[in-house]
């Protein structure tokens, strides 16, 4: 891996994290940012026309970004209404991270029953990385707090299950930039990581299940609580 600031995490292999044109994935990059960070406004008409003349390309990779912004969730299409921004809100937080919380448990399980030891070396080797960046670099942070979890769910026989995780977490990772983590989220990620490594050591499979849903609740529940407290801020 080399410097971290060139870093960035991959998709587990054989997952397609775009499945677009080249032209198609660059615009879906563009409008899933504008539509994270408020440009595009919850409940705005997405106009393939305007979009196309926004970044200066054809009408065909708007199509395509359009699509697979629909599939992630951050696009609504209504009959005879086309398509428009979905409301980054709570409810679709965590809708999205309880997913998640159902579906981490099992992949963990499958890769305690099958880890080597290069498999806990990596794990080993991305902690360190993780602790000694300790969130100075929160970019930084998430690309190699994605990595560490690759590591766990890469090679899982159910490739539906494995594309389905990257993209919603892929999601939550788009969302979660807007927030600072808290001094206690940040201790039990630490504390977490350590204590799964632990039980993939040992090969304890359901404990280490276990962990993980409460490692991914927590984590949305810390999405939804920096929602909330900016929500009563702009209130107030």
Sequence with gaps: ?????????????????????????????????????????????LVVADLAQR???STNPVREALQ????EGFVIFAANRGARVRPIDQDFVRDVYEIGVLIEPALTRWFVNMATGEDIAELERIQRLIEENNFADTFRHSEL??????VMYERHYNRHAVELWWKHREVLRAVSRRFNFTIARRAAIMREHRE?????????ADKAAELV????DGAGRHVLEQM?????????
């Design 1 to 45: 891996m080399g410097e971290t600031s060139t870093f960035k995490a991959k998709p587990p292999t054989g997952t397609d994290p775009i499945g677009a044109s080249s032209e198609g994935a660059s615009v879906y990059e563009l409008i899933r940012e504008d539509i994270v960070e408020g440009r595009l406004a919850a409940n705005e008409r």
């Design 55 to 57: 970044h200066g390309t």
């Design 68 to 71: 697979l912004l629909r599939g």
């Design 145 to 150: 707090d994605t990595a560490f979890h690759t």
């Design 196 to 204: 799964l490594i632990t039980l993939v050591r040992t090969g304890e």
């Design 213 to 216: 849903a409460r490692h991914v």
């Design 228 to 236: 909330r407290a900016r929500n009563a801020a702009r209130a107030g």
